[in-house]
């Protein structure tokens, strides 16, 4: 059974960082799509980062191009999301996903999901 398990988050200042991690557990890591959601309080959740566990491009949402990078070590079945230039419109509970496919931008498809970790920006 898939699982996932998401750590890192905290509270920073405005301009600070944070890396969160997710650690997958209960499949075979390699041809899945692995991505970063989060959700604010009374937001939709959206799409963040995402990547391909077989290599390749990732993808990113727009608020987040040249702040976040998503990144992944196949040895220890994790995957990161470092977060830079942090801002207060970043705050949001993160979730890690996951989905069996190559279609890696398509945010509708991720089944799996980790509990979450809060991120906490303040200005």
């Known amino acids: 059974q898939v699982q996932l398990v998401e750590s890192g988050g905290g509270s920073v200042q405005h301009g600070g960082s944070l890396r969160l991690s997710c650690a997958a557990f209960?499949?075979?890591?390699?041809?899945?799509?692995m991505a970063w959601f989060r959700q604010a309080p009374g937001k939709e959740r959206e799409g963040v980062a995402a990547?391909?566990?077989?290599?390749?491009?990732?993808y990113y949402a727009d608020s987040v191009k040249g702040r976040f990078t998503i990144s992944q070590d196949n040895a220890k079945n994790t995957m990161y999301l470092q977060m830079n230039s942090l801002k207060p419109e970043d705050t949001a509970m993160y979730y890690c996903?996951?989905?069996?496919?190559?279609?890696?931008?398509?945010?509708?498809?991720?089944?799996?999901w980790g509990p979450g970790t809060q991120v906490t920006v303040s200005s």
């Open positions: 990547i391909y566990t077989g290599g390749g491009s990732a």
């Open positions: 209960g499949y075979t890591y390699s041809h899945y799509c």
């Open positions: 996903a996951a989905v069996l496919s190559h279609d890696c931008y398509r945010w509708d498809q991720y089944n799996y």
